[in-house]
Nanobody, 117 residues
Framework: DVQLVESGGGSVQAGGSLRLSCAIS????????LAWFRQPPGKEREGVAA??????????YYDDSVKGRFTISQDNSKNTLYLQLNSLKTEDTAMYYC?????????WGQGTQVTVS
């Protein structure tokens, strides 16, 4: 079974930075989608950043609200997905989730909380 475990969340002041990690284990095809979502308090879950490993990589998407501040990346040797969060704003406060979509099967992590004050 595929498992995703997030870490790296915490409390930070506005303007600060955090790096979220998502350790991924289990079976995997060669090409798949990876993404970060977040769910602010009292709001629906929303997409933040995504990437597709096929076509040589480099297929990356960012929501306009985080473009230029967040960076999604993958370390294949460590089977880990990252989300670097810079210039954090109070509106970035949310539970952050990583997800993997592989051959039609979508798996989610349990989430890691980011609080910006």
């Amino acid at each position: 079974d595929v498992q995703l475990v997030e870490s790296g969340g915490g409390s930070v002041q506005a303007g600060g930075s955090l790096r979220l990690s998502c350790a991924i284990s289990g079976r995997s095809n060669e090409n798949y989608f990876l993404a970060w979502f977040r769910q602010p308090p009292g709001k629906e879950r929303e997409g933040v950043a995504a990437m597709y490993t096929g076509f040589g990589g480099g297929n990356i998407y960012y929501d306009d609200s985080v473009k230029g501040r967040f960076t999604i990346s993958q370390d294949n040797s460590k089977n880990t997905l990252y989300l670097q969060l810079n210039s954090l704003k109070t509106e970035d406060t949310a539970m952050y989730y990583c997800t993997k979509s592989d051959d039609g099967v979508v798996n989610w992590g349990q989430g890691t909380q980011v609080t910006v004050s």
